[in-house]
């Protein structure tokens, strides 16, 4: 069949459609390259820019030559709308340097690859420490602002924690966090990690009070153990004292009533007046004392059978494990001299 003359004159002008936009494209390109796109200097000058919510191509185009990371702001507009992105910049904040050509701060600024801050939390912090670390890092004004939004009720109910704050349920690691995040953003997400760890190592059919109670035993094995290994004999003993009706005097309760920890506790720590007190109350204390990590949970879900019921730190960082109390005696002369 034959073309007929409408069909071969549309062919033509697609081609030369077609042959226009590569020309334009390919000019786009080598003006990025070596003209008004390309990079203004060595990238020895790095700025943080934030695009505000709202903000067009105009205004960011203005600020990042007047910051001295664009040659030429009309390029870097024009460029955004050859490629059919002059809306898509995303909000946020970016770290930006001169060495990068306008088509590469354009493809951070439409892709929103923001700044990323780092922050490490870990294994056994309580939430003072928590806060104080927030503070630091700048989320927030103070620790008493994070303690607030950990006694949240509504992000209690969320998350079925039976406790009146999210102590003990923050999952410990290092989350990678963009420029802005808020510390009830990251509380969330600790929260929500914390909740998968629990789903791998809670027994199927354990109730809420039964994981909310070993969620306590870690939290204190955390804070009592040295070496890992010992962890989970160590949640043993506890559970084997609490089989027994004895008191768990466990030295990081005390610790726990203390503003910061302290290397060494004295009697009259011993006496504070608290439920948290482990040397005064039997039982488990109120709630957790720590943010336990992995290998504490572990240990507090899957201890190691045995029959003891004391132990004792020694001079190594490790623990000594005794059955009976005049054997506990006899480690104590031993390894601490008293």
């Not at 040659?71 to 992105?85: E, K, S």
């Not at 354009?106 to 670390?133: F, H, K």
């Not at 302290?262 to 109120?286: F, V």
Request: hydrophobic residues 40%.
């Amino acid at each position: 069949m034959k073309k007929n003359k409408s069909d071969s004159a549309a062919s033509r002008l697609r081609i030369v459609v077609i042959a226009a936009i590569a020309i334009v494209l390919g000019g786009g390109l080598l003006l990025a390259a070596t003209g008004p796109g390309s990079a203004v200097g060595d990238g020895s000058h790095t700025i943080v820019y934030e695009v505000p919510a709202g903000s067009g191509a105009i205004r960011v185009a203005h600020d990042l030559f007047e910051e001295g990371v664009l040659a030429d702001p009309a390029y870097f507009r024009w460029y955004l709308t050859l490629t059919g992105n002059a809306g898509a910049i995303k909000t946020g904040v970016y770290e930006l340097n001169d060495g990068m050509s306008a088509a590469e701060i354009a493809t951070i600024l439409v892709e929103g690859r923001v700044r990323m801050q780092s922050l490490t939390i870990p294994e056994g912090w309580n939430n003072r420490q928590i806060g104080d670390y927030l503070a630091e890092q700048g989320l927030i004004e103070n620790r008493e602002e994070f303690l607030r939004l950990a006694r949240d009720p509504d992000v209690l109910r969320r998350f079925g924690i039976l406790d009146e704050t999210t102590e003990g349920y923050l999952f410990p690691e290092t989350y990678l966090v963009p420029d802005g995040y808020s510390a009830a953003q990251l509380q969330v997400r600790m929260l929500e990690r914390f909740q998968a760890v629990i789903a791998e190592l809670a027994p199927e059919g354990m109730s809420a009070r039964e994981i909310r109670d070993r969620v306590v035993l870690a939290s204190i094995v955390e804070r009592e153990a040295v070496r890992p290994e010992e962890r989970p004999m160590m949640a043993r003993v506890f559970l084997n004292r609490l089989d027994q009706r004895m008191r768990l005097e466990s030295c990081a309760t005390i610790q726990y009533l203390l503003d910061r920890p302290r290397a060494r506790l004295y009697e009259r720590d011993l006496r504070i007046p608290s439920p948290y007190n482990t040397y005064q109350h039997a039982g488990l204390p109120p709630g957790p004392i720590s943010n336990p990590g992995r290998a504490a949970l572990e240990a507090a879900f899957q201890p190691i059978e045995n029959d003891y019921l004391f132990f004792v730190l020694k001079p190594d960082g490790s623990h000594h494990f005794s059955r009976t109390y005049q054997e506990h005696l006899d480690a104590k002369r031993r390894f601490l001299g008293t």
